[in-house]
């Protein structure tokens, strides 16, 4: 099978998806729980795969032990590289594109993937990931991972859109612009659903001041931002420093 998409930059750095890492294993974890074969595919791992070790590792912790990941590169390279890290049947590195090498995991992670690709090619793409029934986690972080947006979806499409970010490294939620998913970030000018959404989460951001530190004025601000449109999930993932929304669309 030929691997579907192209080589990315492959930029990579310990702990930079921590924060998705443990969104799916909030999100997802019943699905895991419940599958008979527990399979998780990381699209894209990058020239390193130490992003894929940490998701099983996470994973192994925090949802079932026998959770197996397979990294997913197009670069053979990159693939034979990852070799020494590989301990199969639970954690593997393949040669894949979007068509996932034929296999049919529970969850995808896609991850600084499709930022590099152009928009046309979003749809496409997510439902190339989607079409065995996988649900896709795909977005986009800084180097750090201390930014970080990322989009949920199934076969019909998108269904959530989430902010997260390292509170004290927040200087104001306008910072999520440079981060949003390839899906929405040529949409964020006016009139649009995702402008809307973080003019409004700016506006509560700027009326939430305190002097008790940026947590607190987090979860002000999400206060405010729910007095007029709908935030999913509750104060356990709010005080993380992420927001998950309805996909604005």
């Not at 294993?25 to 940490?54: H, K, M, N, Q, S």
């Not at 994973?59 to 590989?86: C, H, K, N, T």
């Not at 065995?132 to 750090?144: K, N």
Request: charged fraction near 20%.
């Amino acid at each position: 099978m030929k691997p579907l998409g192209a080589v990315t930059r492959g930029t990579t750095n310990p702990n930079r998806l921590r924060r998705v890492d443990n969104f799916i294993a909030y999100r997802c974890g019943e699905l895991l729980a419940a599958a008979a074969a527990p399979l998780v595919v990381d699209l894209g791992y990058g020239a390193t795969p130490i992003t894929a070790v940490e998701l099983r590792r996470r994973l192994a912790a925090s949802v079932r032990p026998d959770v197996a990941v397979v990294g997913l590169e197009i670069d053979p390279v990159r693939v034979s590289d990852a070799q020494p890290y590989a301990d199969p049947p639970l954690l593997e590195f393949r040669r894949g594109g979007f068509e996932l090498a034929g296999l049919s995991p529970v969850v995808v992670r896609a991850f600084n993937v499709l930022r590099q690709y152009p928009e046309d090619e979003v749809a496409s793409a997510w439902a190339t990931m989607t079409g065995t029934g996988a649900l896709l986690v795909e977005g986009t972080c800084d180097e750090l991972g201390r930014i970080a947006t990322w989009a949920v979806a199934d076969a019909a499409g998108p269904r959530t859109l989430t902010l997260s970010a390292r509170l004290s490294d927040l200087d104001h939620p306008a910072t999520f612009a440079e981060r949003l998913p390839k899906a929405l970030i040529h949409h964020n000018v006016p009139g649009s659903g995702v402008h809307d959404l973080l003019a409004t989460l700016g506006a509560a951001w700027d009326a939430s001041a305190t002097p008790f530190g940026a947590r607190q004025r987090w979860l002000g601000t999400v206060a405010r931002f729910r007095e007029g449109r709908p935030v999913l999930d509750g104060p356990a993932r709010w005080r993380r420093g992420e927001l998950t929304v309805p996909w604005p669309g």
